[in-house]
């Protein structure tokens, strides 16, 4: 058994393993002070602060939660557990927890019974209904809640109520992901597994900071490179991230610019030959399009274009096209910027020509950014149709309509479900009057601050907001409904691997506080709602038979969960849907066999052009891929429509840190997490802070078009011309400073054409110093935002972050 301080080593000691072996076990333990393991329940669950599904076990004592064990025996995590896993626990305690409802009376949040805050919420929703309809209310959820009552919610407002108006957060972080699987396979779903990198001899990472965004798959990277033969390593970041110090090749191309450094790379593999034609020609359409338009990048142009060496993209090109076994993983980097959709669809493009897909070791990761992210997708809670449906198959729309025994006519779909941009601008114009906000705060995750926190606050729009925490998007509400946390109720959640988990009640939620499931059900009781034969609607009343009324809605679709159940989940391990009669055990990797979910009678969607967004009609689809193939597809680089200028001189980017998750709702009530990265700060090159006579640690301005932020300076390795600011730090935790410390006060509103994910890394900014250092930016020291100067301080947790780990002969290793 060792121990070790887990905010300074967030990664801990190494198990080297080498191709082909199994990772292994390292057992990581956090109890508080005092507690010992052996005079605790332990309650099976799995982490909620990042999208990785580390299995781990809640340990009970009293009827509170007094620390995590990570399962030796799941396939994600092999018992290994991060940072935020390990510590961010905590938060479930905190003393400002939601125990009671909350309505506005003149103008104050009072607190109030359930069932004075239920009759406004129903009274609104019925009169709104009366006058206007059901396109006057919305819902916007988020990607930490479970897949029961993603379904729940889903059937409430496509179908009970028939609005189309929903959308989950994740739109902010993965709905490229989904956006590029449909573009590429059809549907939405990952061909990957975590288990490739047990196999794969090359390992590109796009925009993928895995060493902050999952920490253990990282870990599981770093036991292979401290093997024998261990992979190489391609990464694309304009930050000296840990996986571009370990990288074979680093690229760091300009914010926005990403389609034009994958076309490049793209043209040298084609020129090249490095391609798999047999593969081509029998399992995709479209390659003679890519050709043709990749035929105009060159490395020498994307050179002028990315501000990346032309031998550089060569030498990757070259890594991607001599490896045998190359997994791809794609993150926030590619997907928050204009041609998002466009720049990750390159990257299925790299294993469709090399015939890399459905083989140990070769697979892509279009990897979501929470923990239930793929649920919100599967349910139908974030701008898609339950079960992978198509929204433009009226077969589809009927099927659904059967299971929910509605008529087809009440599942709104004369368009696609409406991305919360989108919503914000009826509720902006007055015909969205209504909004349900659950388990996110959009304002402090959403671009130009300002305007949302307008939008919120006006007369016209009734707002609800379901927590944990009165936070800043709670703090503008006309209801709070106080919600029981993670390890305060049950349900199930996917991770970006397709693995499903179940996560058992451990405690109790503090007060009054209820499961977002229960709160979910008691409005569609108190509404009255009703299918067509006039059962109540949904049916279901607790969790595991929302649960099996979901296995019934997946059932033939590619989600399949129909041969999952609680009990079977209770085992040693998360299993990958589709999980089937005829696969009992999980699927590892998708299309091994060459067979896509693309057929046209079959497909989620009809896809996209690329550049501007406009769906493709059913008929369009069928003469493109009337044999179900995977797709090819092609896009020209456009420059972002804000670029750096004499005024504006650097590109913003924003961005996540190891130590904290979203808002810091949870986080920044983790002692350990809170101290490790208390307070905002601004990335800055050497050579910018050189030219700019800024130190480390100095105060400064950034300002965009929109607002200003202050922060201190770090000095980092971050390329020249472009700022960082990490987007977790609001306002709940201070009082009466005015509105400068939040990334987003920055940022624009605007979105990718396909995928209408908003753009928090294309904006042009200005910085000024304001005063003199009084010491280091409060930034951590372990990971990206390391500072140039190696007298910093190093990040520690000191006692309060020791962490016993069991492992078999560790290797100690740093970053």
Known sequence: METCDRIAEPWGDRTPYAPGDTWPARVDTYLADGVDPDTVRWVPSASVLHSNG???????????????????????????????????????????RLTRPLIRVNGTLVETDWNTAMRRVVRRSTDLLAEHGPSAIGFYTSGQLFLEEYYTLGVIAHGALGTNHVDGNTRLCTATAAAALKESFGCDGQPGSYTDIDHADTIALFGHNVAETQTVLWSRILDRLAGDDPPALLCVDPRRTPVAERATVHLAPL????????????????????????????????????????????PEVAERICE???????????????????????????????????????????????????????????????????????????????????WANEDHIADLARIWNLDPGQIPH??????????????????????????TNPAVSLPELARIRDILSRDGLFLVVQDIFRTETAELADVVLPAAAWGEKTGTFTNADRTVHLSERA???????????????????????????????????????????????????????????????????????????????????????????????????????????????????????????????????????????????????????????????????????????????????????????????????????????????????VRPGVLFVPFHYGYWDIDGQGHERAANELTVTDWDPVSKQPLFKTAAASLRRVDRAPGPAPAPT????????????????GVDAQVRSDTPAPVRDGR
């Open 54 to 96: 580390d299995a781990l076990d809640i340990a009970v004592r009293d009827g509170r939660i007094v620390g995590v064990r990570g399962r030796g025996t799941d396939r994600v995590n092999r018992g290994r557990l991060g940072p935020k896993d390990l510590f961010g626990w905590q938060a479930n305690a905190a003393p400002d």
């Open 255 to 298: 914010p926005g610019t990403n389609l034009a450094l994958m076309n490049a790379l793209l043209h040298e593999i084609i020129a090249g030959e490095r391609l798999d034609r047999e593969y081509i020609d029998a399992h995709t359409v479209g390659f003679d399009g890519l050709r043709e338009q990749v035929a105009d990048y060159p």
């Open 308 to 390: 990346v060496p032309a031998a550089d993209i060569r030498a990757a090109a070259r890594l991607l096209g001599s490896a045998r076994r190359l997994l791809s993983t794609v993150l926030q980097g590619f997907y928050q910027s204009h041609q998002a959709t466009a720049a990750a669809v390159q990257v299925n493009n790299i294993h469709l020509l090399r015939g890399m897909l459905g083989e140990p070791g070769c697979g892509v990761l279009q990897m979501n950014g929470q923990p239930t992210a793929q649920n919100t997708r599967e349910c139908g809670a974030d701008g898609d149709i339950a079960g992978f449906r198509n």
């Open 414 to 439: 004369d368009g696609p479900p409406t991305h919360v941009m989108q919503m914000l601008e009826l509720a902006e114009k007055g015909s969205l009057r209504m909004l349900w906000v659950s388990a």
């Open 507 to 717: 405690v109790d939620p503090p007060g009054e506080a209820r499961a977002d499931l229960d709160i979910l059900l008691d409005y569609a009781r108190r509404m009255d709602f009703r299918d067509r034969d006039g059962a109540p609607l949904p049916p279901w009343q607790d969790a595991e038979s929302a649960f099996d009324a979901w296995k019934q809605c997946s059932a033939g679709r590619p989600c399949d969960y129909s041969g999952l159940t609680y009990e079977k989940l209770r085992g040693d391990s998360g299993i990958q849907w589709p999980c089937t009669e005829p696969a009992p055990a999980g699927t590892e990797r998708l299309y091994a066999d060459g067979k896509f979910w693309s057929a046209p009678d079959y497909c989620e969607s009809y896809g996209k052009d690329l550049i501007t967004g406009t769906p493709m009609k059913a008929e369009e689809y069928r003469a493109l891929n009337p044999g179900g193939k995977a797709m090819i597809k092609a896009a020209g680089y456009l420059p972002p429509a804000e670029q750096p200028d004499d005024q504006r001189p650097f590109a913003l980017i924003t961005g996540r840190t190891l130590y904290h998750f979203h808002t810091r709702t949870k986080t920044g009530r983790a002692p350990q997490l809170q101290a490790a990265a208390p307070e905002v700060w601004v990335e800055i090159s050497g050579a910018d802070a050189e030219r700019a006579g800024i130190a480390e640690g100095d105060g400064v301005e950034v300002a965009t078009a929109r607002g200003v932020l202050r922060g201190r300076a770090r000095v980092s390795g």
């Open 782 to 797: 372990t990971a990206a935002s390391a500072p140039l100067d190696d007298t910093v301080r190093r990040t520690t947790g």
